[in-house]
């Protein structure tokens, strides 16, 4: 989180119990969040979550059965799409064709009957802040898929809007251009002190992004959190199987106290872990992050730790990490990542002994 | 390259043969049509070949000829324009609505051309006529106190072909219009457009292509109408296609009616390409003064 957050409005923008229906289908049942000034939102999930319907009915351009969304206290609900002030930078950037770069941008500053001399020397400005000044004259289907995301955001931007949308601004693109336009995307965003909610099914790019994220699931929200927080302490399977990798196996509970259930894996014993609701008796899954298991000396773990023996199927070194994929000894499989460089003690074959933190396993009910 | 070269020449082969086709259906009548032009009549005995141009001169002299020729250009000219205008809306419409909404609207805009334009013009003589439909609405409802001339005028001709013509320009305009990102007019909005504003600036501009196929299409069906002008215009105001037939099959002057045909052809193409020259210069100049507007602001 940065650090101006403290001065600011934090419910600047107020969702309150969102509720879309498209025919038979529930698109959003009760979805309420609220966004501070200048924070950055990610709405996550997979197709079919909400995410996108969300953004329609900030936008204007989808009108909820029932709910409230509220600018700095000012109601939206009723006001046409055309008199809210948002900014929209689409997912295929939707520069009008037509128009060249500098018209684009400067269709909003003349639906607002700005003087010419002023969307002249606005436009201007706004194109050069994206490094595109050059390109006024140019029409936009002369312009690299980089470039048409710079215009889209000048154009959205240059109208001063209370808050910006950006409808996954990167799903068209392939991985190496993706990861090249997040990081123009958040230097623009870096000059920018407004609210911004993006809606995307990469985990990563909402990480990348991302104040808080929304996790997002059949029309309501599984969690709201900072990266981290979702990250390290999922309140949900699906938000701790959503947000990054786990290995997952599942098991039944035999014993449960406050925060610590302990869980029957069939053959391998007992593993520990922290309890989100279950109650002995009942199916649960369990997860640990890949890079939290290591491999051990047999009987080197304590009380605080799971150990499960296993055999090495395949190391794969891929320059950052180390993949050493293991299989258990009930047969689950298991992707551990090692930082080291290159773990050559370990060779495909060997028996080892798997160890992790209780505090690094998550519980959650579930499984067969 | 190689590539892209061996298979535009696999193409060129195959549009070949509609290429010839076209050319000895087409273009060798139209030849024909141009030799007999210049040939001369005589009832007595026939067609007497030669190389005289003056039943072009005899056409392009005659005030009674000339106005023919205007009134058959100007009723092209108004359907086109009718057509346009109501073509958006409909457009608009068969675009936004889906199911039966849909097929019934285009049924109805396909409808008169399955039928026959016999039958389409005597719907519209029954409509139009002194005691017809319009004239009892209009004096019903008090309008007009006597009834009003709109069978055998020229705007009666305009109202025919236009409802003849509309599918043309309704579809022509529909299939840009469906090209358009309905992205678009989101980001419009977004930016403070209020819908006049989107069509104006943005869905307008946009379906330009289908609106000069739809007016090309419009404009030379008009030119060529025959049945539909000649039934709803009766004989005292003939258009260039009813003189045609006239002197074709009435007074057998071949070479005359060819001679008219051309004129018909030549008046069809010229106003077609005085039109798309005028875009072109305009074009032109449009972006040399864009050009300009961003110079100055520098």
């Known amino acids: 989180m940065d650090s101006h957050l403290e001065i600011v409005t934090m419910n600047y923008i107020e969702i309150d119990d969102l509720k879309v229906r498209y025919g038979d289908f529930q698109a959003l049942s009760g979805v309420s969040f609220n966004v501070a000034e200048r924070e950055r939102i990610c709405l996550l999930g997979p197709s079919g979550c909400g995410k996108t319907t969300t953004l329609q009915v900030m936008a204007g351009f989808v009108v909820p059965a029932s709910g409230e969304v509220r600018l700095a206290g000012r109601s939206l609900i009723g006001l046409a799409p055309e008199k809210r002030n948002i900014g929209i930078m689409f997912q295929n950037y939707a520069l009008f064709p037509h128009m060249t770069v500098f018209e684009n941008v400067a269709f909003g500053l003349r639906m607002r009957s700005a003087s010419n001399a002023e969307i002249k020397q606005e436009v201007m400005i706004a194109l050069e802040r994206v490094k595109l000044a050059h390109a006024a004259e140019k029409m936009p289907s002369m312009m690299s898929g980089g470039e048409q995301q710079r215009i889209a955001f000048a154009r959205a931007v240059i109208v001063k809007p209370s808050l910006l949308l950006l409808d996954e601004p990167f799903s068209n693109l392939d991985a190496r251009l993706r990861q090249e336009m997040r990081g123009e995307l958040l230097e623009m965003l870096a000059g920018l002190p407004i609210a911004t909610i993006m809606v995307t099914h990469d985990q990563e790019e909402a990480m990348a992004i991302a104040d808080r994220i929304v996790v997002m699931r059949a029309g309501h929200i599984e969690q709201i959190g900072t990266p981290s927080e979702i990250y390290d302490t999922p309140r949900s399977l699906f938000a701790a199987r959503f947000i990054g990798d786990s290995n997952t196996f599942s098991g039944k509970v035999v014993s449960t106290d406050a925060d610590i259930a302990e869980i029957e894996v069939g053959a391998l014993g007992r593993v520990r872990g922290k309890n989100h609701g279950l109650n002995t008796g009942a199916n649960a899954e369990v997860l640990v992050r890949p890079q939290r298991v290591i491999i051990a000396e047999p009987k080197s773990a304590n009380t605080q730790q799971n150990s499960v023996p296993a055999t090495v199927e395949r190391v794969l070194f891929l320059g950052h990490r180390t993949e050493i994929h293991v299989r258990l000894d009930n047969g689950f499989k298991f992707v551990i990542w090692a930082p080291d460089h290159n773990r050559t003690d370990v060779q495909p074959g060997a028996s080892v002994m798997l160890v992790w933190n209780v505090a690094d396993t998550f519980a959650f009910p579930g499984g067969a | ?298």
């Open chain 2, 1 to 298: 390259m190689q590539l892209d070269v061996s298979r535009l020449k696999g193409w060129l082969a195959l549009a070949l043969v509609p290429l010839i086709v076209f050319a000895v259906i087409y273009v060798a009548p139209v030849l024909q049509l141009f030799w007999l032009s210049l040939s001369r009549f005589d009832p007595s005995s026939g067609i007497v070949p030669a190389v005289d141009p003056s039943y072009y001169v005899e056409y392009l002299t005659d005030s009674y000829y000339l106005g023919i020729l205007g009134r058959t250009v100007i009723v092209s000219v108004a359907t086109t324009f009718m057509t346009a205008i109501l073509a958006y809306p409909l457009a608009l419409y068969l675009l936004v609505s889906t199911g039966w909404r849909q097929t019934c609207l285009f049924i109805v805009l396909v409808l008169p051309l399955v039928t026959s334009s016999i039958v389409v013009s005597y719907g519209w003589l029954i409509l139009l006529g002194q005691k017809g439909l319009v004239n009892d609405v209009v004096i019903g409802i008090g309008l007009a106190s006597a009834p009003l001339q709109l069978m055998y005028t020229n705007t009666g001709i305009v109202v025919g072909l236009t409802h003849v013509l509309l599918v043309f320009m309704t579809l022509s305009v529909a299939a840009s219009m469906q090209g358009i990102d309905a992205n678009l007019a989101k980001a419009a909005r977004s930016l403070g457009a209020t819908s006049w504003t989107i069509f104006r600036t943005i869905t307008f501009p946009l379906t330009l292509p289908g609106l000069r196929t739809g007016c090309l299409l419009v404009f030379s069906l008009s030119m060529s109408a025959y049945a539909t002008p000649v039934l709803i215009g009766g004989s005292r105001l003939k258009v260039l296609s009813y003189l045609i037939y006239q002197q074709s099959s009435s007074l057998l002057n071949w070479p005359f009616a060819a001679a008219m045909a051309v004129i018909l052809l030549a008046s069809t193409l010229g106003i077609v390409g005085l039109v798309r020259f005028y875009e072109y210069v305009r074009k032109n100049t449009a972006l040399h003064s864009a050009d300009s507007v961003i110079e100055a602001s520098r």
